[in-house]
């Protein structure tokens, strides 16, 4: 993934924004101020590899694992401590190598996102595909956790099938001993956690949009509502309460703003990147 992520609801928290949020920017034109979020937590999905070498004293840092190589990525953990692999479990992307293979094993269009489709994750082929093929390429280029996108497939295919064939996938990648954080996926998750099953697949989970938020038809970034940034804040603090590392990722928040994420997040004792693009660049 090269872009920017969230879930459902987070699309609809961006149209009430638009009515009744607060506008920050246009989206070329990023805020250039002091950010209040360190280095502990650096998300780059949209990074290349030439750019990606520089990256340095980040204490977590996200990337996407096809664009480097096992020596890569030793020589980035001189610099960084723990570094984790995207990996898309839930939708397909046109441009990975794979595409047309699965094409035919998708359930619907990926709204906003026009080189995406929400994949039929109960397919076996899919899963031996995650599973043994790119989770085990992650493992053998030394990465030190997994970045799970689009469990939010559950949200839009809520049936049975749907939430074994995403818990497979997981269940599996655990044999690779690594660290699994699950970006987004609120529906999925709390799921896990009334099931009592979340320590049997993943270790923490990432919430982009807490309390920024995305028009994209106008392409500006926001605050969100007080209304719809509560939701998040009450499910972070069931994921907390379950155990669970949190990190979240704001889009372009000023500096009043800014402010307010810190003390959420240090009261709380969670990470959090403020990004300047969707692109994760």
């Known amino acids: 993934m090269k872009k920017f ?6 699309v609809v928290g961006c149209f009430v924004f638009f009515l009744f949020g607060r506008t920050f920017f246009a989206q070329d034109k990023f805020y250039s101020g002091k950010s209040y979020s360190d280095k502990s937590y650096g998300v780059f999905i949209g990074m290349g590899k030439e750019e990606g070498m520089k990256l ?3 204490e977590v840092l996200v990337i996407e694992p096809s664009e480097f190589d096992k020596d890569n990525i030793e020589k980035l953990h001189e610099k960084n401590k ?3 692999a995207y990996l898309n479990i839930g939708s397909l992307e046109n441009y990975r190598p794979y595409y047309e293979k699965f094409k035919d094993k998708v359930l619907g269009n990926y709204e906003n996102w026009e080189d995406e489709y929400w994949m039929d994750v109960s397919n076996k082929e899919w899963q031996n595909l995650v599973v043994d093929e ?3 390429n992650i493992s053998y280029k030394g990465f030190d956790g997994f ?5 939010d497939v559950y949200y839009q295919f809520q049936d049975e099938k749907t939430f074994d064939g995403l818990c497979s996938i997981l269940n599996g990648l655990r044999k690779y001993r ?4 699950i970006n987004g996926g609120d529906t999925f998750v709390s799921k896990c956690i009334d099931g009592k099953t979340v320590k ?3 270790d923490g989970v990432n919430q982009e949009c807490v309390f920024t938020s995305i028009d994209f038809e106008n392409k500006k970034y926001g605050e969100k509502s007080a209304k719809d940034s509560e939701y998040f804040i009450q499910y972070l603090d069931k994921v907390k309460k379950d155990a669970m590392e949190v990190f979240l990722i704001e889009y372009g928040a000023d500096d009043t703003l800014s402010k307010k994420i810190e003390k959420y997040c240090n009261d ?6 403020n990004a300047r693009s969707m692109e994760l660049k």
């Open 147 to 151: 970045f799970i996108d689009n469990c």
């Open 5 to 10: 992520r969230f879930t459902a609801l987070a």
């Open 56 to 58: 340095n004293n980040y």
């Open 200 to 202: 049997e697949m993943f």
């Open 134 to 136: 790119l989770g085990k």
């Open 268 to 273: 709380n004792r969670f990470h959090w990147y």
């Open 82 to 84: 723990k570094i984790y």
């Open 178 to 181: 690594l660290d699994t954080i």
